[in-house]
T-cell receptor, first 111, second 112 residues
Framework: GENVEQHPSTLSVQEGDSAVIKCTYSDSASNYFPWYKQELGKRPQLIIDIRSNVGEKKDQRIAVTLNKTAKHFSLHITETQPEDSAVYFC??????????FGAGTRLAVHP | EPEVTQTPSHQVTQMGQEVILRCVPISNHLYFYWYRQILGQKVEFLVSFYNNEISEKSEIFDDQFSVERPDGSNFTLKIRSTKLEDSAMYFCASYGGIETQYFGPGTRLLVL
């Protein structure tokens, strides 16, 4: 939390390709690492999260990997589909569990 | 599945007017938050609220902003004298202490 950087800011892939988004955080005390998907005009929706006691978590086509030593965690989407097109945010919590959002990655999946 | 609700969904106001944005958090949650998102930008933390008081606020949350939990269910954000730059989507979120924060659908505020 507190200082969060997210890359890339935009990502364009062909349907069926994989997409990877990386998030770097500064607070070494962080122990919870969520990824949110936001469609235009909608609320952020949690799509996957991981806690610091595991290094990877997978849910169908979506996975999150965590490197606590390097203080970064990544979102992996495999076999991308047009409906995956959205803005994705990492949001590790800071003090009082407030979420510190990254700048977002606009993913475009082209048919 | 329980949900966070917010009203109104849209609010248009004149600069200098007061607005109150309302939220009903998930009933057994104890931590409440307001965030805002200016169009095309990231979600920014405004304030957190626990045990009937503010636990943390950001630099954005100046004296023009206040929050209240007037009864056991509603959680409100008041902007006393709106400015053009307050135009944004405002999200309420609640947290039960274990899983993750749940966001409401947002109130789109437009200050003219």
């Amino acid at each position: 939390g507190e200082n969060v950087e997210q890359h890339p800011s935009t990502l364009s892939v062909q349907e069926g390709d994989s997409a990877v988004i990386k998030c770097t955080y500064s607070d070494s005390a962080s122990n919870y690492f969520p990824w949110y998907k936001q469609e235009l005009g909608k609320r952020p929706q949690l799509i996957i999260d991981i806690r610091s006691n595991v290094g990877e978590k997978k849910d169908q086509r979506i996975a999150v990997t965590l490197n606590k030593t390097a203080k970064h965690f990544s979102l992996h989407i495999t076999e991308t589909q047009p409906e995956d097109s959205a803005v994705y945010f990492c949001a590790p919590p800071g003090g009082y569990n407030k979420l510190i959002f990254g700048a977002g990655t606009r993913l475009a999946v082209h048919p | 599945e329980p949900e966070v609700t917010q009203t109104p969904s849209h609010q248009v106001t004149q600069m200098g007017q007061e607005v109150i944005l309302r939220c009903v958090p998930i009933s057994n949650h104890l931590y409440f938050y307001w965030y805002r998102q200016i169009l095309g930008q990231k979600v920014e933390f405004l304030v957190s609220f626990y045990n009937n008081e503010i636990s943390e606020k950001s630099e954005i949350f100046d004296d023009q902003f206040s929050v209240e939990r007037p009864d056991g269910s509603n959680f409100t954000l008041k902007i006393r004298s709106t400015k053009l730059e307050d135009s944004a989507m405002y999200f309420c979120a609640s947290y039960g202490g274990i899983e993750t924060q749940y966001f409401g659908p947002g109130t789109r505020l437009l200050v003219l």
